[in-house]
């Protein structure tokens, strides 16, 4: 079974943010790290239960090249992406 993805505003602004960043150190690094995020939620449209339940019901799925990660919830159908960002910063409250 294929799940939808729905991406919460939160996770739009963390990902417009690390593409700029990226993309300030190197033209063509952002799109890199938009193909690695792309890559990591076609696993989740597969298969979101793949991944193990890390804090209040949500899940994390880590990127391949870059090291961030997806912090998503199951409703049903549907993955919902709360946030996505570096693995060395605390997620927000």
Do not use: C
């Amino acid at each position: 079974m294929n799940y939808s993805i729905k991406v919460e505003a939160n996770a739009e602004t963390d990902l417009l943010e690390a593409f700029l960043w990226f993309e300030e150190i190197q033209e063509g690094l952002g799109v890199r790290f938009e193909n690695d995020f792309r890559e990591a939620v076609s696993q989740l449209v597969r298969n979101p239960y793949n991944f193990q339940v890390r804090y209040d019901n949500t899940r994390i799925v880590f990127l391949k090249v870059f090291l961030f990660g997806i912090h998503y919830r199951i409703q049903g159908t549907q993955v919902q992406i709360a946030s996505v960002f570096h693995t060395s910063r605390k997620p927000r409250s």
